[in-house]
């Protein structure tokens, strides 16, 4: 790898022969992806743990990350939270028994090699395995980073089976990271998408504008533009990772008309506090970035390290609402081992319940009463009208038919 160039006061970096161009350009960013111990030391002073972790991480993960991502770097501190997303540690050769490959059990809900079709109305197209970060708590190590893409003929074979699959009213592209296609690539695959008739939102899952902000061009948001319909979900775990690149891409998208939410991962001893996720989610908000999950981490191999407790999340959570805009408030929700899906984890306000009255609890701790209606019947009669004609709006036969 070519030494870098000072072009921001974050890293001490090796000052030589790469350009501010080279520098901005994503695909130079691809191509020095950091892989090894010696890559890795151009930009921090790694300890002995991160070390052994590198070493041992042979057999395990794949290691990799951009150069961008690890000029964010504390060269001094192995606690800093790009670091542990980044660096393996030797504890991800601990296995537990709880610790599963395939944790959401999305293997088992896999109707063609592409899709992961769990709920009624969505599913995930599986377009690519690359990743411009291997972040040390994927939950889709096994498939990513790998030597089986996705190929060609799979995808397409995945956009079939969304074609005459009707229910299916919201794509979700993952991988790996779709925006590491090409953008002739991705504009492809969003025309065959938005052709389906039924498919009504297309939404893509992605890191890129965390780890390779460079990426997120005008020619890639005027084509994403065009599918709208089309949504990015992105995953930012800290604020450190919050640069003016950073910003710069998540505005830009915005600014072309594209949505931007992010589904963040609670991290032990990386963003684990009340504190740093407060931050967090007001500086998302500050860049017109939604924040949209807050993930209970899951059950893959080598993250229990990584892993918060239940009551924890909870905690943070309670920590959060009522202080700050709700727009900053992300659901907490933990996906079920086994493939059972998301389900909202608490805190839970609700004391108790009556016929009469509901006892909740405020954000302060304060006890208040809801008295019920006394009402409880909820029809509304203009739905005969209004949805005339229409099925009863209700999937959950057509997922059971399925054995989805
Ligand atoms: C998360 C997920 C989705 C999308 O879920 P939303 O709650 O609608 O964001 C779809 N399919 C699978 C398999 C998922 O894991
Ligand atoms: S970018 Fe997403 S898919 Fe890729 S390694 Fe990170 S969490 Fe996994």
């Known amino acids: 790898m070519p030494s870098l160039p000072v072009l921001t006061d974050r890293a001490p970096l090796a000052r030589g022969d790469v350009s501010a161009h080279e520098w901005n350009d994503w695909r130079w960013q691809l191509r020095n992806m950091l892989k090894s111990a010696a890559d890795l030391e151009r930009f921090v002073r790694l300890s002995r743990r991160e ?239 939604r924040p949209y999950y807050l993930f209970q981490g899951d059950t893959v191999v080598g993250t229990d390290h990584l892993r918060t407790p239940v009551a924890e999340a909870e905690r943070i959570l309670a920590g959060m609402r009522g202080w700050m805009s709700g727009m900053a408030i992300p659901h907490l929700v933990l996906d079920a081992p086994g493939g059972g899906g998301k389900i909202p984890i608490g805190p839970d306000y609700v004391v108790s319940r009556s016929p009469t009255e509901v006892t909740l609890e405020n954000y302060r701790g304060h006890i208040v009463t809801y008295p019920e209606p006394r009402e409880r019947d909820c029809t509304v009669p203009y739905d005969e009208i209004y949805f005339a004609g229409e099925p009863e709006d209700d999937d959950r036969e057509g997922s059971a038919e399925a054995g989805l």
Do not use: W
């Open 51 to 289: 070390r052994d972790g590198l070493a041992a991480s042979a057999g395990m993960f794949r290691v990799g990350l951009t150069p961008y991502y690890a000029s964010l770097m504390d060269r001094d501190q192995p606690s800093c939270p790009i670091r542990m997303q980044a660096i393996p540690s030797p504890r991800e050769l601990e296995v537990t028994d709880a610790e599963l490959r395939d944790p959401l059990g999305e293997d088992t809900h896999s109707p063609v090699p592409a899709v992961f079709h769990k709920y009624p109305d969505r599913c995930l197209l599986l377009a690519v395995d690359r990743c411009a970060i291997y972040c040390r708590h994927c939950n889709r190590r096994r498939l990513v980073g790998g030597d089986d893409p996705t190929t060609r003929a799979e995808l397409d074979e995945g956009i079939d089976y969304i074609a005459r699959t009707r229910r299916i009213r919201d794509v979700l592209i993952s991988g790996g990271d779709p925006l590491l296609l090409s953008t002739r690539k991705l504009d492809s695959i969003l025309g065959k998408l938005s052709a389906i008739d039924h498919v009504e939102i297309v939404r893509v899952g992605t890191r890129v504008p965390v780890v390779l902000p460079q990426r997120i061009d005008d020619e890639l948001c005027r084509v994403l533009r065009a599918h709208q319909p089309f949504y990015v979900n992105t995953h930012f775990n800290h604020p450190k990772e919050i640069t003016p690149e950073a910003r710069e891409a998540c505005e830009r998208l915005v600014d072309h008309g594209v949505p931007v939410g992010n589904q963040a991962v609670l991290l032990r001893g990386v963003n684990s506090s009340v504190r740093c996720m407060r931050r967090l989610m007001r500086e998302l908000l500050k860049m017109r970035v």
